[in-house]
Nanobody, 124 residues
Framework: QVQLVESGGGLVQAGGSLRLSCAAS????????MGWFRQAPGKEREFVAV????????YYAHSVKGRFTISRDNAKNTVSLQMNSLKPEDTAVYYC?????????????????WGQGTQVTVSS
């Protein structure tokens, strides 16, 4: 059974850092893009970052660029999100996701395997 499990969420003060991890199981995702999305209360789920399987190139939402860093370890079948200089507006449930068929996309509809999410709360 294919599964993604996020961890590392929590409560942090504004300006602090958190590192989210996503462990994949069931099969290797070394040939798939992996991304992070987030959903704040009352808002739609939105793109945060993606790391492509080709060359591990990365792409970020404008709101997090320069503060967040996505990385992957294909040997461990994991993807991580280092979040620095956190702001209260970063508060959300963060989800990792895999796109099995599309590469280089920030479109939520192109991701078809999802984790259960991990809560990140940034206090002011």
């Amino acid at each position: 059974q294919v599964q993604l499990v996020e961890s590392g969420g929590g409560l942090v003060q504004a300006g602090g850092s958190l590192r989210l991890s996503c462990a994949a199981s069931g099969r290797s995702f070394s040939k798939n893009d992996m991304g992070w999305f987030r959903q704040a209360p009352g808002k739609e789920r939105e793109f945060v970052a993606v790391i492509r399987w080709v060359g591990s190139s990365t792409y970020y939402a404008h709101s997090v660029k320069g503060r967040f860093t996505i990385s992957r370890d294909n040997a461990k079948n994991t993807v991580s999100l280092q979040m620095n200089s956190l702001k209260p507006e970063d508060t959300a449930v963060y989800y990792c996701a895999v796109s099995q068929y599309i590469s280089g996309s920030a479109n939520i509809r192109d991701y078809d395997i999802w984790g259960q999410g991990t809560q990140v709360t940034v206090s002011s």
